[in-house]
């Protein structure tokens, strides 16, 4: 699988552990993670990997999982998703990553000992000639893997091995559960200083319900892949993937309790002063501002108004921020 990437290159897609066609792209500098949300903690170790991979004449790799391990051992308690595949892959190849190979974190490879997830991922698929970890990682069945072992196992197989310290910022450590916290709290400055950038949605449009044409302001209803969306409300934002700059817009992320008793979570996005067939485009929707949590209304009237108020209080957020 190849992924189109800035300046024309392509990011390479392996999967699986057995070397076959694989090891012909040829031994790679590689760190190791799920680099949910791609933040600057990741950012951090990315930058780190692709000096390193460059020094050595090696190609700069991610080695992450899917799904998340969190997500086989307890799908029901594991924390939302930052980002679905696609869309770390996307983040992944514009910070300098040449290659990334998804393994499928299954009953058997979580059963993996720590010296055959070593000899068959890291030695064997990947040829890794250089590895980067955090400080704290731990690998193979039942976590027994540690740094002190991978130390070991580095000089058995012949790479070299580096750990990452944790990235702060003030007092808080950058983490993904970090940014998942301050998007459930609303706090989108706080998670876009997490992540380097504003939080955004990437998906498909697709057919909707045409409520909202109906009410006087039509959207564009975004495929979600996320098993839960980290936050959920009105929000000014911005979408890229319409032209060459990102259009203004309002959208609304969850439930629509005033229409449906118990629906699923849905990403609808208004633009302002368009009105052009956006079916199957894909869209990537940047959190700018909450403007509020959804509500229920006793009519649709009722609702009709305050979309309006939605739209005037996003235009004069966005106005402003050009402003700043």
């Given at each position: 699988?190849?992924?189109?990437?800035?300046?024309?290159?392509?990011?390479?897609?392996?999967?699986?552990?057995?070397?076959?066609?694989?090891?012909?792209?040829?031994?790679?500098?590689?760190?190791?993670?799920?680099?949910?949300g791609?933040?600057?903690?990741?950012?951090?170790?990315?930058a780190?990997?692709?000096?390193?991979?460059?020094?050595?004449g090696?190609?700069?790799?991610?080695?992450?999982?899917?799904?998340?391990?969190?997500?086989?051992?307890?799908?029901?308690?594991?924390?939302?998703?930052l980002?679905?595949?696609?869309?770390?892959?996307e983040?992944?190849?514009?910070?300098?990553?040449?290659?990334?190979?998804?393994?499928?974190?299954?009953?058997?490879?979580?059963a993996?000992?720590?010296e055959?997830?070593?000899?068959?991922s890291?030695?064997?698929?990947?040829?890794a000639?250089?590895?980067?970890?955090?400080?704290?990682?731990?690998?193979?069945?039942?976590?027994?893997?540690d740094?002190?072992f991978?130390?070991?196992?580095?000089?058995?197989?012949?790479?070299?091995?580096?750990?990452?310290?944790?990235?702060?910022?003030?007092?808080?450590?950058?983490?993904?559960?970090?940014?998942?916290?301050?998007?459930a709290?609303?706090e989108?400055?706080?998670?876009?200083?997490?992540?380097?950038?504003p939080?955004?949605?990437?998906?498909?449009?697709?057919?909707?319900?045409?409520?909202?044409r109906?009410?006087?302001?039509a959207?564009?209803?975004?495929?979600?892949?996320?098993?839960?969306?980290?936050?959920?409300?009105?929000?000014?934002?911005?979408?890229?993937?319409?032209g060459?700059?990102?259009?203004?817009?309002?959208?609304?992320?969850?439930v629509?309790?005033?229409?449906?008793?118990?629906?699923?979570?849905?990403?609808?996005?208004?633009?302002?002063?368009?009105?052009?067939?956006?079916?199957?485009?894909?869209?990537?929707?940047?959190?700018?501002?909450?403007?509020r949590d959804?509500?229920?209304?006793?009519?649709?009237?009722?609702?009709?108004?305050?979309?309006?108020?939605?739209?005037?209080?996003?235009?004069?957020?966005?106005?402003?921020?050009?402003?700043?």
């Open positions: 699988m190849l992924l189109s990437r800035g300046l024309g290159r392509k990011l390479v897609v392996t999967r699986g552990l057995a070397p076959g066609g694989a090891a012909a792209l040829g031994p790679v500098a590689v760190t190791i993670g799920n680099f949910d791609v933040h600057k903690g990741h950012q951090a170790m990315l780190r990997l692709e000096a390193a991979a460059r020094a050595r090696l190609t700069a790799a991610v080695l992450t999982f899917e799904p998340h391990p969190r997500e086989f051992f307890a799908p029901q308690s594991a924390p939302t998703r980002t679905n595949l696609r869309e770390k892959l983040l992944l190849a514009a910070h300098g990553v040449e290659r990334v190979h998804v393994q499928r974190f299954s009953a058997a490879f979580a993996l000992p720590p055959a997830f070593v000899a068959r890291l030695a064997g698929a990947l040829r000639r250089w590895v980067l970890v955090g400080d704290d990682f731990r690998f193979g069945a039942k976590r027994a893997g740094f002190a991978l130390s070991e196992a580095a000089a058995r197989h012949g790479f070299e091995l580096d750990a990452m310290p944790t990235v702060t910022i003030g007092a808080e450590r950058v983490s993904s559960s970090a940014v998942r916290d301050a998007l709290r609303g989108l400055d706080r998670a876009q200083a997490l992540l380097g950038r939080y955004s949605i990437s998906g498909r449009v697709v057919h909707g319900e045409k409520l909202g109906a009410l006087g302001f959207t564009a209803n975004v495929q979600l892949k996320h098993n839960r969306p980290p936050l959920g409300g009105i929000f000014a934002v911005r979408v890229h993937g319409i060459t700059a990102p259009r203004d817009g309002v959208a609304s992320l969850g629509r309790p005033t229409v449906h008793a118990a629906g699923k979570p849905v990403l609808e996005v208004h633009l302002f002063d368009f009105a052009d067939n956006l079916y199957g485009a894909h869209l990537r929707v940047e959190f700018i501002a909450k403007l959804e509500a229920r209304y006793s009519d649709l009237d009722a609702l009709k108004a305050q979309i309006a108020r939605d739209c005037a209080q996003a235009r004069d957020v966005l106005k402003a921020l050009e402003n700043v």
